[in-house]
């Protein structure tokens, strides 16, 4: 069932689709829902959210590692060779599928901006789960492997909001990227 979706993507997909899976291939951090917020939602004008943004990065692979680690499974084109992906793979049939890492780092980042700019919660996650279905389209990994990154993203927020560092990123970086929008100081 798997195989069959990512066979169809990989019939149906488009240039434009193409051009956006790899966009989203190579943005890794919270600027990605630039798209939703605008352009005065980057990190050249947002230092404090850009740090917090590359922790919340950098925590992905902690959350994510040891369950590719348990889980072994291989990346769609190594298990069927006529998949033809087209955003950039690894050779290396030890990085491992399930979950996905990009797609967790989306689902971290857009919880992370969703109690930041609660106002856009529901055009945040929506972008995430685009995000998401990027790396189908990319023909990298299997449907299984973004929806489980939806539920790794949900937890490890809920595991990120008991550190410290994290609540204290997370209120200079709300502060900041309020203001850069013009929003008032705390959302209603």
């Given at each position: 069932m798997e195989l069959a979706e990512l066979h169809r993507l990989q019939e149906t997909r488009t240039e434009a689709e193409i051009a956006?899976?790899?966009?989203?291939?190579?943005?890794?951090?919270?600027?990605?829902f630039a798209t939703v917020l605008g352009p005065a939602f980057n990190?050249?004008?947002?230092?404090?959210?850009?740090?917090?943004?590359?922790h919340v990065h950098s925590d992905e692979g902690i959350i994510v590692n040891p369950a590719k680690a348990a889980f072994h499974r291989p990346r769609p084109y190594f298990f069927d060779?006529?998949?033809k992906p087209v955003c950039k793979v690894t050779t290396n049939?030890?990085?491992y599928s399930y979950p996905s890492g990009h797609a967790t780092t989306g689902y971290l980042e857009a919880l992370?901006?969703?109690?930041?700019?609660?106002?856009?919660?529901?055009?945040?996650?929506?972008r995430a789960d685009d995000y998401a279905h990027s790396r189908l389209?990319?023909?990298?990994?299997?449907?299984?492997?973004?929806?489980?990154?939806?539920?790794?993203?949900?937890?490890?927020?809920?595991?990120?909001?008991?550190?410290?560092q994290y609540r204290k990123e997370f209120a200079a970086a709300k502060q900041e990227?309020?203001?850069?929008?013009?929003?008032?100081l705390s959302a209603e």
């Open positions: 956006h899976a790899r966009a989203d291939d190579a943005e890794e951090d919270i600027f990605v990190r050249a004008r947002l230092p404090a959210t850009a740090l917090l943004s590359d060779a006529s998949l049939q030890m990085d992370t901006l969703a109690m930041i700019v609660p106002e856009k919660r529901e055009e945040i996650l929506a389209v990319c023909g990298v990994h299997f449907p299984a492997d973004v929806a489980a990154s939806k539920s790794v993203g949900y937890a490890g927020v809920a595991v990120m909001l008991q550190k410290e990227t309020r203001k850069a929008l013009g929003l008032p």
